[in-house]
Structure formats: C-alpha cells, structure tokens
T-cell receptor, first 116, second 115 residues
Framework: AQKITQTQPGMFVQEKEAVTLDCTYD???????LFWYKQPSSGEMIFLIY??????QNATEGRYSLNFQKARKSANLVISASQLGDSAMYFC?????????????FGKGNQVVVIP | DAGVTQSPTHLIKTRGQQVTLRCSPK?????VSWYQQALGQGPQFIFQYYEEEERQRGNFPDRFSGHQFPNYSSELNVNALLLGDSALYLC??????????????FGPGTRLTVL
C-alpha cells in the first residue's frame, strides 16, 4: 500500500513567489519521521527538511518550512521566495521507526518549474 | 570531506546479463542503503547494509544482492537483468547509531539501461 501520496501535477511558479507542495502519509505508528528531498535533473537527492512525529513546532530551514498537521496526516512543504534554482522534483519521504531508522518510503514526487 | 560517491555514472547492459554497482559512503558513515528509482517514480528501498550484513530488505527478488566491505563501501549486484531493471540506482549512507533525525546522504546515482 502506498504510504506517501503526492498527487499534484507539475507546477509552474513565478520567481519570488511562494509554492506549497502537498504530501499525505499513512502509518499506524506513533513514532515516525518525515523528510523532504529535492532532486534536480542531475539525479542526486538533496535533503531539505525534517519533521519528527513528536515535534510540536513546524520545522523550518531557511526558505523551506513544513506545515505538519498530524491529525490529518499531512506534511506540506512551503518554499518561500522561489528561485530559478528551485526548479526540480520534490519528494516527500517517511521513516517508520519499527522499520529501522535508515529505511525511507518515498512518494512519487512533485515537479516544480520556476519561471522568471 | 567527500560525500557519497557511486560508480559508474551510466551503464548499458542487455537482458540476462549481470551488473555490479559500487558505492562509497560519506566519511564516518557505517550504513549503506540502496534504492531503485524508475523513471517518473520515487525511489524504492532495495536493502541496507551494516557491519557487512544485510539488515533490512525491501520487496525485491533475490536477483538483487549486495555486499558491504570492511571500509563500509558497498556493491549492488543484479543478476539476469530484465528490461524493468532499467532505473536510476541511488546509494545512501548514514550512521546506524545516529541522532533520531538520522539524515541519509545520497550519492549521484548510477543510471542503468537494460536493452
């Protein structure tokens, strides 16, 4: 069963605008972690932000913030002040503690294209 | 400080052949995980190696096997290649006993094409 759902079609974003990428997840565990990765055309996965299931505050890392709504099982990524270099695929991923802390389940990704 | 490195960058094989992909983890990391990313999909977990043993395995057939060496580097072997094995293969390294956050660092991947 799909654990991470990312269903938005490809998005075009105006430079300097904010963009929100949706992610919903499915787990019965109480302890888990949520990650967002960026994958440019070069292929390398670049870590952006992390949210632990017990973290009370929404995570922020520079221009990236995570809108964590635990009851709704959603972990949306917000990119503020988009830059041309933000054009990439964005993946939401989950780590379920019972499966070990080195195993990630990824969604299918969101394509973002930033236009000048 | 070198990050995760993978070789080769690209590889073309024919059906039925065997392939070996290599990964060197980030300095100081002791755990290597392998992922398969088909075109247009997210990465799928293949397996993870720690202390030279396979510790966890995803839903992949036995044609996929691996190895970890004493220096923590790792190999992914795929036997009897199928067209469906064409994908980007990503290696990720981490610490087995890291923080609760325990970030995984990914390499640039090896793109395998099976003809």
């Amino acid at each position: 069963a799909q654990k991470i759902t990312q269903t938005q079609p490809g998005m075009f974003v105006q430079e300097k605008e904010a963009v929100t990428l949706d992610c919903t997840y499915d787990t019965s565990d109480q302890s888990y972690g949520l990650f967002w990765y960026k994958q440019p055309s070069s292929g390398e996965m670049i870590f952006l932000i992390y949210q632990g299931s017990y973290d009370e505050q929404n995570a922020t890392e520079g221009r990236y913030s995570l809108n964590f709504q635990k009851a709704r099982k959603s972990a949306n990524l917000v990119i503020s002040a988009s830059q041309l270099g933000d054009s990439a695929m964005y993946f939401c991923a989950m780590r379920e503690v019972p499966y070990g802390n080195n195993r990630l389940a990824f969604g299918k990704g969101n394509q973002v294209v930033v236009i000048p | 400080d070198a990050g995760v490195t993978q070789s080769p960058t690209h590889l073309i094989k024919t059906r039925g052949q065997q392939v070996t992909l290599r990964c060197s983890p980030k300095s100081g990391h002791d755990t290597v995980s392998w992922y398969q990313q088909a075109l247009g999909q997210g990465p799928q977990f293949i397996f993870q190696y720690y202390e030279e043993e396979e510790r966890q395995r995803g839903n992949f057939p036995d044609r996929f096997s691996g190895h970890q060496f004493p220096n923590y580097s790792s190999e992914l072997n795929v036997n009897a290649l199928l067209l469906g094995d064409s994908a980007l293969y990503l290696c990720a390294s981490s610490l087995a006993l890291g923080s609760p956050f325990n970030e995984q660092f990914f390499g640039p991947g090896t793109r395998l094409t099976v003809l």
